[in-house]
């Protein structure tokens, strides 16, 4: 195919569906791998809400839990990367924001350019709300019309008119994105029109601590000095359980980290026999505790319990104590990639860089596919497939039951075959209409507010 020709049959279909189209002969930065990463993570949060919708919280319970199987494998340490670890994935995003939004800024310290840091610096700050919570209250409306035509339910009353629902979104979008609540507690982090968006305000917040950071550091061209005050700010939110800010003030300790060592390659490079040895044992670590199932009432934890002694007093409250060990996992996995060409080129091939390229509405909309579709489709196969069933616990609730692992197997097979394929391509096209234009959006009032720039938000002919 000729450069410009469009695509026909059923590969450009697939494209215009699914927008896959990234090549592997494609021109590579340096950070590429780290999209795919991103990629990647978001796609096993998504494994692990509807592995959630499928099983409910038995889906954690580790291999050798009473009730579980000898032939589910997938319960394993490591395979349960892929089963049910979307903790962990959070704290990789966050260790990700923390890199990349310092990464830029990392080169104009080390270099003494103050007048671009601070330009850059001032960019960032000004557009990050937007970047994060546009797109939000506009996928947020999905959620507000789904809720309204009664295709989900939701823990709050139906208003009568489609109106008084919108004006009671604003207001909860509204109160979800107040820029100045950065520290909340319960569910105060939640949009009660769509809980998928929890992650948005810690960003926020980690963002700002990013930020702060990096101005407090922007005088010192010392690495030793500067690394001082990179490891002392995250071991400290370590410490004081301020977990989402750990994650991010570590990102801006990595990315300065590289930096020093003159970028991925030469760090891969660099390596020694002992430090190879050093960074896959960490590695392996790092999927260990990935894996590792929160305390919880539907199931007992063989293998594991000893962990609960890792985890400092202030912690327990923070998800049993879990989260510490999930934001170690993250950490782990992320700064021992960081250090083999193997791994960061796996995340550079064109499938994880697709990934990264919709993470985001990949993200904030698959919940919408599983609640309707997901659970449209078990409904079906337990009206045909199943068989009655009544629980001790609700005697006057009968339910039906697949049984037997053939069916199980078949009808868990047949649910991602439909669920997936629809989740990227609403990813997609919420990328291309709300993520890639709420960019745009954002850099437009910058360059109104800055630059000097019209009120004519379309972009003008070079």
């Known amino acids: 195919m000729k450069p410009g020709e469009a695509k026909t049959g059923s590969g450009g279909l697939l494209v215009f569906i699914f927008g896959f189209t990234t090549s592997r002969h494609d021109s590579l930065r340096e950070t590429a791998w780290l999209d795919g990463l991103r990629g990647v993570a978001a796609f096993l949060v998504m494994v692990y809400h509807y592995h959630l919708d499928m099983f409910a919280f038995t889906t954690e319970a580790p291999y050798g839990a009473p009730k579980?199987?000898?032939?589910?494998f997938w319960r394993l340490p490591y395979l349960r990367i892929i089963w049910c670890s979307g903790h962990t994935q959070v704290g990789i995003f966050f260790v990700l924001s923390g890199f990349v939004l310092s990464w830029s800024s990392l080169s104009s310290i080390r270099e003494g350019r103050h007048e671009k840091f601070s330009l850059s610096l001032s960019s960032s700050v000004f557009r990050r709300w937007m970047r994060l919570f546009v797109p939000c209250f506009l996928i947020g409306i999905l959620s507000l019309v789904q809720f309204y035509a009664g295709l989900i339910d939701l823990p709050m009353t139906r208003q009568n008119t489609f109106l008084a629902q919108?004006?009671?979104y604003i207001w909860e979008?509204?109160?979800?994105a107040n820029p100045f609540q950065l520290e909340r507690t319960g569910f105060d982090?939640?949009?009660?029109?769509?809980n998928t968006m929890w992650t948005m305000p810690v960003e926020w917040a980690g963002s700002l601590?990013?930020?702060l950071v990096l101005l407090m550091v922007s005088?010192?061209?010392?690495?030793?000095?500067?690394t001082i005050i990179l490891v002392t700010i995250p071991a400290y939110c370590c410490l004081s359980a301020k977990w989402n800010y750990w994650l991010f003030t570590t990102g801006i300790l990595l990315a300065d980290y590289v930096k020093q060592a003159g970028g991925f390659e030469q760090l891969s490079d660099r390596m020694s026999r002992h430090s190879r040895i050093f960074w896959i044992l960490i590695l392996l670590l790092g999927g260990w505790l990935g894996g590792i199932p929160q305390q919880r009432d539907w199931y007992e934890r063989p293998g594991y319990e000893w962990t609960d002694k890792l985890i400092p007093k202030n912690w327990k409250d923070i998800e049993g104590g879990s989260r510490f060990l999930w934001c170690w996992s993250g950490i782990m996995i992320i700064w021992g990639s960081s250090h083999f060409a193997t791994i960061r080129h796996f995340f550079e091939r064109p499938s994880c860089r697709?990934?990264?390229?919709?993470?985001f509405m990949l993200y904030l909309t698959h919940r919408m596919i599983g609640t309707i579709v997901g659970y449209w489709i078990r409904k079906q196969f337990a009206n045909a497939l199943g068989t009655p069933y009544i629980?001790?616990?609700?005697?006057d609730v009968e339910l039906m039951v697949i049984r037997g692992v053939f069916l199980n197997v078949f009808v868990y097979l047949v649910d991602w075959a439909c669920m997936l394929p629809l989740a990227l391509a609403l990813a997609n096209w919420s990328t291309i209409l709300v993520d890639e234009p709420s960019v745009r959006f954002a850099k437009w009032v910058d360059d109104i507010f800055v630059s000097g720039g019209t009120l004519d938000p379309e972009p003008r002919a070079a």
């Open 219 to 226: 005088r010192i061209r010392s690495y030793t000095k500067r």
């Open 166 to 168: 919108l004006i009671d």
């Open 68 to 72: 579980t199987s000898p032939w589910e």
């Open 189 to 194: 982090v939640f949009h009660k029109y769509n």
């Open 173 to 176: 979008s509204e109160r979800f």
């Open 391 to 395: 629980s001790p616990e609700k005697p």
């Open 354 to 359: 697709y990934l990264g390229k919709i993470s």
């Open 209 to 211: 601590a990013v930020f």
